[in-house]
């Protein structure tokens, strides 16, 4: 019930959507809890198509080896190094680029500051060791996308 190609592509469609909204509605905020949240919505939905009960005990890891996807968080931080790569590739003068060295000007809020989506994307590419100059190579940029697995 669980290897057919209809569940996996219904579940790629569904988990795309999901992401989508998360990625706009948290793109700057990346909380460790927000991501926990979306794989407990992720796996309750892998259960359900795998028939799954919770008292048949079957871990994580094998439900997405049975449907042949990844750990939510693991698709997140690909997407977002993926659209990254974009950007650096750009030239310096495209307006997408400058919005995202753009620096806000002002004083910060009290309290401890939130995480920035370049602070997310540098913990990203330290994880696959990539850097900036790896982004023009746009095959070594792919390679190091899927490198973590």
Known sequence: ?????TDNSCLTYLLFHVYIYYNCALST??????????????????KWMCGVKLKDRLSSKELRERLGIDDIA??????????YGHVLRKDDDDWVKKCMEYEVEGPRPRG?????????????????????EDAVDRCKWRKGLKAVR
Not at 30 to 41: C, D, F, G, H, I
Not at 114 to 130: G, H, S, Y
């Open 74 to 83: 693991l698709v997140l931080s690909q997407n977002r190094l993926r659209w």
């Open 29 to 46: 905020k990346e909380r460790k809890e927000n991501v926990v949240a979306l794989q407990r919505a992720e796996m309750r939905i892998v």
């Open 112 to 132: 401890r500051p939130q995480r920035t989506w370049p602070e997310v994307v540098r913990e990203d590419c330290k994880t696959r060791k990539l850097n900036k």
């Open 1 to 5: 019930m669980c290897s057919s190609s």
